[in-house]
């Protein structure tokens, strides 16, 4: 091909992107970014590329990140067992202080890091800080009593902190810790966290990136995807799923019954698979919808 025709070629998919431009203008979106693109580096570089691609075209990503494999390493060299309890990570006193420091003072900061490198717009916000997060521990899954330590859900969101951001023209980063009536710092579930935090900002989108390419009728078969869902069928299909898709799909159902038109869950071991979601007729992964 030659340089023409490829020029040619790039300025086609750039003008199939305008609809989608012009649709998500002003629009937060809110992407939660874990998984295999947070440790790989060209994955990790292409994320915070996709980022700054969507706040320079006028529209408001916040990202929500975890950090489960750098979490469990820094356990294993502090002697820590890591142990899930429905795919949660149990959490006492010593891990909860390594758990902050490996979220805000190493991940956080090296997200922000990659996309100002880009572009001077992102900014860090840790969730147990500036009233953003409160919530409580969780005593009860599923019906069943359960001692996770320093593990919590998600009571309240005070958004304030991430309006400010984005009026000042920033990408919030946001680590998902919050605080308890009496001050104490809790562990959340990023999963969870996005899709609180995507309906009190009311975003447009929850995007979920994790390590599989999305909800499979028949795991692991890729011919199994399910493309799209909605909120009922989500709900009979939610006890049947494995500790590690649950969650996501608990987010993403939680999502859209409280006010977010559209939770998807992609593969992000794809470079820029963000883009393909937001940007293309064909999207990406499973796409859930409230009931209509």
């Given at each position: 091909?030659?340089?023409?025709?490829?020029a040619?070629?790039?300025?086609?998919?750039l003008?199939?992107?305008?609809?989608?431009?012009?649709?998500?203008?002003?629009a937060?979106?809110?992407?939660?970014?874990?998984?295999?693109?947070?440790?790989?580096k060209?994955?990790?570089?292409?994320?915070?590329?996709?980022?700054?691609?969507?706040k320079?075209?006028?529209?408001?990503?916040?990202?929500?990140?975890?950090?489960g494999?750098?979490?469990?390493?820094?356990?294993?060299?502090?002697g820590?067992?890591?142990?899930?309890?429905?795919?949660?990570?149990?959490?006492?006193?010593?891990?909860?202080?390594?758990?902050?420091?490996?979220?805000?003072?190493e991940i956080?900061?090296?997200?922000?890091?990659?996309i100002?490198?880009?572009?001077?717009?992102?900014?860090?916000?840790?969730?147990?800080?500036?009233n953003?997060?409160?919530g409580?521990?969780?005593?009860?899954?599923?019906?069943?009593?359960?001692?996770?330590?320093?593990?919590g859900?998600?009571?309240?969101?005070?958004?304030?902190?991430?309006?400010?951001?984005?009026s000042?023209?920033?990408?919030?980063?946001?680590?998902?810790?919050?605080?308890?009536?009496?001050?104490?710092?809790?562990?959340?579930?990023?999963?969870?966290?996005?899709?609180?935090?995507?309906?009190?900002?009311?975003?447009?989108?929850?995007?979920?990136?994790?390590?599989?390419?999305?909800?499979?009728?028949?795991?692991?078969?890729?011919?199994?995807?399910?493309?799209?869902?909605?909120?009922?069928?989500?709900?009979?299909?939610?006890?049947?799923?494995d500790?590690?898709?649950?969650?996501?799909?608990?987010?993403?159902?939680?999502?859209?019954?409280?006010?977010?038109?559209?939770?998807?869950?992609?593969?992000?071991?794809?470079?820029?698979?963000?883009?393909?979601?937001?940007?293309?007729?064909?999207?990406?992964?499973?796409?859930?919808?409230?009931?209509?």
């Amino acid at each position: 091909m030659s340089a023409q025709s490829q020029a040619l070629a790039k300025a086609e998919v750039l003008s199939q992107a305008l609809p989608w431009l012009l649709k998500f203008k002003d629009a937060i979106l809110v992407i939660k970014f874990g998984g295999n693109a947070m440790i790989e580096k060209e994955l990790f570089e292409s994320f915070a590329q996709d980022i700054t691609f969507l706040k320079l075209s006028g529209i408001h990503p916040v990202v929500i990140h975890g950090g489960g494999p750098q979490i469990s390493l820094a356990l294993k060299n502090a002697g820590i067992e890591t142990r899930f309890i429905k795919g949660l990570r149990y959490t006492d006193e010593k891990s909860i202080q390594i758990i902050r420091r490996i979220l805000v003072d190493e991940i956080q900061a090296d997200i922000v890091s990659e996309i100002n490198k880009i572009h001077d717009c992102a900014v860090g916000i840790s969730g147990d800080d500036l009233n953003l997060l409160h919530g409580e521990k969780i005593t009860n899954i599923d019906g069943l009593n359960v001692e996770l330590g320093l593990v919590g859900e998600v009571t309240k969101v005070e958004p304030k902190a991430i309006f400010e951001a984005i009026s000042a023209g920033k990408v919030p980063v946001i680590s998902t810790l919050a605080r308890d009536k009496m001050g104490q710092v809790l562990n959340i579930n990023a999963d969870f966290a996005a899709s609180a935090i995507a309906s009190a900002v009311e975003a447009k989108k929850m995007i979920i990136l994790t390590d599989v390419i999305g909800l499979m009728s028949n795991y692991p078969d890729p011919e199994s995807l399910i493309s799209f869902i909605n909120a009922r069928d989500l709900s009979g299909l939610l006890p049947k799923l494995d500790e590690g898709m649950k969650p996501k799909m608990q987010a993403c159902l939680s999502a859209v019954q409280n006010g977010v038109s559209r939770a998807h869950v992609i593969d992000g071991r794809i470079a820029h698979g963000l883009m393909v979601e937001i940007f293309t007729d064909q999207g990406a992964g499973t796409m859930v919808v409230n009931d209509e």
